[in-house]
RNA sequence: GGCGCCGUACCCAAGCGGCUAAGGGAGUGGAUUGCAAAUCCAUGAUUCAGCGGUUCGAGUCCGCUCGGCGCCUCCA
């Protein structure tokens, strides 16, 4: 099945074509561990993580590569503002090392309880620094960079194509609108390679470079990274939509003056998870973390389900009533799963019947992730009166190695917790018992006080059983 | 000021020129139940912000108007 995806490198919907016959490379910006991740963050990893599945069940063998941004970078442009790792080390009494730890620590967690998958390779940019160190000497050698104020520049007049991708040439920007101007660049896109300058105190994060002790600026180290990984050239590069004018536009500049050659094939960038008061930012203090929703009683899984509920490429608004709708929505597909599963097992094969809703699928996957079409797909399976419970479940189970959702141990998990708890067998049997005796009040009575413990309990013809809310 | 995106039923959301406008949530009616829950069945836009235009044909293309958002700053 060809892949379609949507490359921010011409705007147009193009046939993936890799690089290597059967092989996919794919680089996505990571996090900068310098606070929780929000929600907001996980939607590009939730996304990158169905393409990979998506490319890995078309027949491609990907190599992922995710940094992990543990160096510090200022809270504003230029000189000014503050290293966020050193705020947050202050402010949590730790220091810059244990900080970018914790967080990573706390991403992946994040990232576990998403049913995202590891990338192949993440990569610390403090493991990385003489990488860096490498290319921006190679940016030297070839005359793309200089000296100004004691840091190195990227002389961006010397790259002709730089904001090509980004359509830069298109805007006018408004140069120090809401920045200060930064007088030590030649050019107003010009941006920093090295920084040998730096105001802050307690610098923990210095090593020594051919230009003096110091710190890679923001920009380099996924390049590095993504090249030594991935190769001078590559296939998929993801990111967030607002990396487009900036980081990836620096990251081509530097990346292709570097290796002489076309990095990037495509690039592909997800849209933002907005709240009804805008933006979700750290700064705006608007943010939730997977955490917080978990705590309001939601499953991690409800909010990936949200997230494929919508195109990657539109902008979300997050409301709770959006996750309350897709809780529902996710909760009713695993007790489905959980009824099909007691009629039997999966089919090991698709009947043609069967396979005609799987080639549906694979289309609706395959043109730029349509993961809504996906979904719908799963349900119009489920009411399908023709096709047995075991080819249902083989459909769903197929369909959700590529969208995550967990389905099928979802649908298990509440049994063997089941089996703990011994006198909830007690409390059901010692209700069918009033029931019988047409004690409602006493029966009533215990299906509320297993509810308030999380379990629901649900009569059915063949007997009563339960399940944890 | 410049660049870009969006406006589809009560809510979320597909759709990218052509069969009866996906799907989910909520609601409503019915079956089932001691009552619930769950489940099953049924039910929803002559219409896609508005107005013009192109076309045999437009939610889908073009223009304008109104409304919302993002970017031009580190950001997913």
């Known amino acids: 099945m060809e892949m379609h995806l949507y490359n ?63 160096v510090g970078h200022l809270t504003d442009d230029g000189d000014e503002g503050e290293d966020k ?27 576990e309880r998403l049913n995202i998958s590891r990338p192949t390779v993440s990569c610390r940019a403090t493991d990385h620094i003489e990488d860096m160190i490498g290319m921006v000497k190679t940016l030297e050698e070839k005359g793309y960079t200089y ?24 805007q006018e920007l408004k140069e120090g609108a809401r920045v200060g101007v930064d007088d030590n660049k030649r050019n107003y896109s010009d941006f920093v390679l090295w920084f040998t300058n730096s105001k802050f105190e307690n610098q923990a994060m210095v090593w020594d470079s051919p230009w003096g002790k110091g710190y890679p600026g923001w920009h380099i180290e996924c390049s590095a990274m993504s090249t030594k990984y991935l190769g001078k050239q590559f296939d998929i590069h993801c990111g967030g939509i607002d990396h ?9 500049a530097q990346s292709e003056a570097a290796n002489g050659c076309r990095w990037v094939n495509y690039w592909v960038h997800n849209e933002f998870l907005l709240m009804k008061t805008g933006k979700m930012s750290k700064s705006k203090g608007n943010f939730l973390t997977v955490q ?37 929505a996710r909760e009713s597909l695993v007790r489905k799963v959980k009824a099909l599963l007691q009629e039997g097992e999966a089919d090991r094969e698709l009947g043609d019947k069967a396979q005609a809703y799987m080639n549906a699928f694979e289309e609706h996957l395959a043109d730029d992730l349509n993961t809504p079409r996906c979904l719908a797909d799963m ?21 959700d190695s590529l969208l995550g959702l967990n389905l099928e141990e979802s649908a298990g998990a509440e049994e063997e917790t089941a089996e703990l708890d011994g006198d909830v067998e007690a409390l059901i049997d010692e209700r069918n018992q009033a029931r019988k005796e047409k004690n409602f009040a006493r029966s009533d009575e215990i299906r509320d006080e297993l509810l308030a413990r999380g379990i629901r309990i649900v009569d059915t013809p063949q007997g009563t059983t339960w399940e944890k809310v």
Not at 89 to 109: P, T, Y
Not at 147 to 158: A, P
Not at 379 to 399: C, G, H, N, T, V
């Open 8 to 70: 921010t490198d011409g705007r147009e919907s193009q046939v993936f074509k890799p690089i290597q016959e059967g092989k996919a490379g794919l680089y996505c910006c990571g996090p900068t561990v310098y606070n929780y991740a929000h929600i907001g963050n996980m939607r590009p990893y939730t996304i990158q993580d169905v393409l990979k599945r998506a490319l890995t069940y078309f027949g491609y063998d990907v190599t992922h590569v995710m940094n992990i941004t543990d």
């Open 85 to 111: 790792m050193i705020k947050a080390a202050r402010e949590k009494g730790m220091s810059v090392w244990d900080i970018a730890r914790f967080f990573e620590d706390a991403f992946w967690k994040d990232l």
């Open 147 to 170: 000296i100004s104020g004691g840091n190195v520049y990227f002389d961006t007049s010397k790259f002709p194509e730089y904001g090509k991708m980004a359509l830069l040439d298109r």
């Open 244 to 252: 487009v004018p900036i980081h990836h536009t620096n990251e081509i």
């Open 292 to 328: 917080s929703l978990v705590d309001e009683g939601y499953d991690a899984l409800d909010y990936r389900y949200l997230l494929l509920g919508g195109h990657y490429r539109s902008q979300l608004v997050f409301s709770w009533e959006s996750l309350d709708a897709a809780r529902s």
């Open 379 to 399: 349900w119009s399976l489920l009411k399908d009166k023709e096709l047995s419970s075991s080819q249902k479940l083989a459909l769903l189970f197929r369909m």
